[in-house]
């Protein structure tokens, strides 16, 4: 039976992807921040433990407690809307923090099991902004990018010992709760000199053409971690999709 490890599973398409896995008949280690023993199904094929990817003794304490595993799904993120002069440097580094940083972090410190097995898989879960470039949304793109060319460039190194890097890409999912998850709100990083540009933006926004759900991101990983093909993106949802073959 194989292991899977992600992060991120408290809600949106981490939740969805430790569902999907165990439906599967995998051993998964959902991670989150805040347990929450309510969101998935008791079994013993599934285990949350606590981690907070921007600390380095909560990622030895949660990989220490994990065991062997087979597969890392690096999906924990922030998201942050708003025009980039209004946006606070200090909230952008904590942008960096969660989505590269901590994505970097995760991954080297699940290498060296899987280098000595000759064996694993790194999803690494990043956006269709780094597939076509979005507005108000420039330190977030920023961030994705930093991990689409970390996992580009770590594939080819992994690829000596056996081990797999991947992209999953997912789209825009209105249900997810991106724009809640961030500390600041998204009308104070509007000023009124950027309003009437943003005001079409956001109109767009409420009404999109394509979607993409959390089953969409859930069935995407699963593609990644199990293909051996030598494929690095993997887009997710109609409106990836649809970017992906115009980039």
Same mark, same amino acid.
């Given at each position: 039976m194989k292991t899977v490890l992600i992060t991120g599973c408290s809600s949106g398409y981490g939740l969805e992807t430790a569902r999907h896995f165990h439906s599967q008949g995998w051993s998964v280690i959902a991670t989150m921040r805040t347990l929450r023993d309510d969101l998935l199904p008791r079994s013993e094929r599934l285990r949350l433990l606590p981690?907070?990817?921007t600390r380095p003794e909560s990622i030895q304490a949660a990989i220490a407690a994990s065991g062997p595993i087979d597969v890392l799904v690096n999906n924990a993120g922030i998201g942050v809307v708003g025009a980039f002069e209004a946006t606070p440097m200090a909230h952008i580094r904590k942008v960096f923090e969660t989505n590269t940083f901590g994505v970097m972090a995760m991954t080297q410190a699940v290498i060296p099991q899987f280098r000595a097995r000759? !064996?694993? @898989? @790194? @999803?690494? *879960? =990043?956006?269709?902004?780094?597939?076509?470039?979005?507005?108000?949304? +420039?330190? %977030?793109? /920023? !961030?994705?990018m930093a991990i689409e060319g970390f996992t580009g460039s770590l594939a080819h190194e992994l690829a000596a010992f056996?081990?797999?890097?991947?992209? *999953?890409?997912?789209? %825009?999912?209105? =249900?997810?709760? &991106? /724009?809640?998850?961030?500390e600041v709100n998204v009308e104070d990083l509007i000023p009124e000199a950027y309003a009437s540009f943003a005001q079409p933006i956001f109109a767009a926004f409420a009404k999109p053409a394509l979607v993409t759900t959390e089953a969409d991101v859930a069935a995407? *990983?699963?593609?990644?971690?199990?293909?051996?093909?030598?494929?690095?993106? &993997?887009? +997710?949802? /109609?409106?990836? @999709? +649809?970017?992906?073959? +115009?980039?």
């Open positions: 981690l907070d990817v000759r !064996s694993g @898989v @790194v @999803v690494n *879960v =990043t956006s269709s902004v780094t597939l076509a470039p979005m507005p108000l949304a +420039a330190a %977030y793109t /920023a !961030s994705k056996e081990v797999r890097a991947k992209l *999953v890409e997912p789209g %825009y999912a209105p =249900t997810t709760r &991106f /724009a809640e998850n961030t995407a *990983v699963w593609l990644a971690a199990n293909d051996a093909s030598g494929q690095l993106r &993997f887009p +997710a949802g /109609a409106d990836a @999709v +649809a970017l992906a073959r +115009a980039h």
